[in-house]
């Protein structure tokens, strides 16, 4: 029972995380593709067809980590996916970096910020289009 307890606190955070409350987004120069992150919870959303909630996200220094596992489909059957996002957020040379040990291991991107999520920009774009993925 404790482990179910447990998984539970740890989804009542999700239930009550809001992509509005976003102060940054991260992402690739060349399109929208990046993160959307909540400085004062640590809630990040990867950006795409819709807003994927990842696992809370911790910060030392400039660098907020997100170290997010999951199962996904795979044919008909299911495979763990074990990521770690880095988002570098020095305003000198953002980087987004993917750690998937079964992947290939590290990979960097040079990536911009936004952080104006409450009126004009990538981040409000986002905020204001996007809709949470369905789970």
Known sequence: MTGLTALAVAQTGLVHADPRQSDIWIGFSDNQSGFLLDEQSGQVW???????????ATKSGDIWTSHTIELVSIGRGLATLDQRFELDMRDSAPTLTVLANGRGGAQSFPAKT?????????????????QVCAD
């Open 46 to 56: 990867m950006t795409g067809p819709c807003l994927k909630s990842l696992e809370p």
């Open 114 to 130: 936004d952080r104006n999520c409450q009126t004009t920009g990538i981040c409000a774009d986002l905020i204001a289009s996007q």
